[in-house]
């Protein structure tokens, strides 16, 4: 009975560990395509044409992070996810 509630509790905390690191990952690359969207439109319209709603879910996503040791690794996955995947003017 004790190894049943044991293999419980691991099973439950692993699934736990990997959907937070998960989650920091999906955040990052939300952050990144609304990054890409923000700079795509300042590249077309100036920065007027700048979606403020964006800059306030982007604002919200990155302080998830700020009070946490999980900012620097949140600022290098949306790096790599904006490398990876924006096309902009600029490249």
């Known amino acids: 009975m004790k190894s049943?509630?044991?293999l419980l509790m691991t099973?439950?905390?692993?699934i736990l560990?990997?959907?937070c690191?998960?989650?920091?990952?999906?955040?990052?690359?939300?952050?990144a395509e609304?990054?890409?969207?923000?700079?795509?439109?300042a590249l077309n319209g100036g920065l007027g044409a700048i979606n403020t709603s964006r800059e306030e879910l982007m604002d919200e996503l990155?302080?998830?992070?700020r009070n946490s040791n999980e900012l620097t690794k949140f600022k290098q996955q949306v790096d790599k996810?904006?490398?990876e995947n924006c096309k902009t003017a600029l490249k």
Request: charged share 35%; glycine share 2%; aromatic share 14%.
């Open 4 to 6: 049943k509630s044991f």
């Open 17 to 19: 560990m990997l959907s």
């Open 81 to 83: 996810e904006y490398k």
């Open 62 to 65: 990155e302080a998830k992070y």
């Open 11 to 14: 099973v439950s905390f692993a």
């Open 21 to 31: 690191g998960s989650s920091l990952e999906k955040d990052a690359k939300k952050f």
């Open 34 to 41: 609304l990054q890409c969207e923000t700079m795509q439109d």
